[in-house]
Structures are given as C-alpha cells and as structure tokens.
C-alpha cells in the first residue's frame, strides 16, 4: 500500500515562501489526481489545491495566483510551492490522491508570522 509523507513545511515570514514535498512509498499513479489539504488549528481541514490526471490543476479561491501544485511521477512526488504567504495560511499540510483521499499521513506545519 502507498504511504505518503510530507515534508517542507516551517516557520516563514508573512511575503515570503516555502515549497512542500509529498513524498511517496509507492508509485504514485498517473491515471490518480493528487491534492494537497491543509487544516488549521481549531478549523476544519480544506481543501487547497489538486492536480488531476489530465494535467489540469485547480485552488480554493484563497490561494489562487500564490500557490502552485505540481508531480513529478518519476520520482514519486508532488509539490506546492506557496508564494507571498499570509497568516490566514498557517496550517498543517497533508497531501493525498483524488479520488477519493483515502492516504491520509502526518502533514505538515506550516506557520506564517504576520
């Protein structure tokens, strides 16, 4: 079974930038999208972004034009790189196939200092 673990995540500046990694045990399959998630202290987890199979990607309105998904299946990962990040992202970040997310692992945090 396909384990996924993230990795990227730390403390940043409010402006500044940070890229996640997701990380797999197994072959990522391409006919799977991917997405990353995020879940704030005291909120509910949301969804942030997906890449799908066909190579289209989409955001939740909030991180559009900041942040950008992409996969490399050749090594089994996937990023997100998170450009001029705000507060409002402080979150712990998962990563996870679609449809549906069912490889939920650790995440991880990421906080953003105003």
């Known amino acids: 079974q396909v384990q996924l673990v993230e990795s990227g995540g730390g403390l940043v500046q409010a402006g500044g930038s940070l890229r996640l990694s997701c990380t797999a045990s197994?072959?990522?399959?391409?006919?799977?999208?991917m997405g990353w998630f995020r879940q704030a202290p005291g909120k509910e987890r949301e969804w942030v972004a997906a890449?799908?199979?066909?190579?289209?990607?989409n955001y939740t309105d909030s991180v559009k034009g900041r942040f950008t998904i992409s996969r490399d299946n050749n090594r089994n990962t996937m990023y997100l790189q998170m450009n001029s990040l705000k507060a409002d992202d402080t979150a712990v970040y998962y990563c996870?196939?679609?449809?549906?997310?069912?490889?939920w692992g650790q995440g991880t945090q990421v906080t953003v200092s105003s």
């Open positions: 996870n196939k679609l449809p549906p997310p069912t490889l």
């Open positions: 197994g072959k990522i399959y391409s006919m799977y999208g």
């Open positions: 890449v799908l199979a066909d190579g289209r990607t």
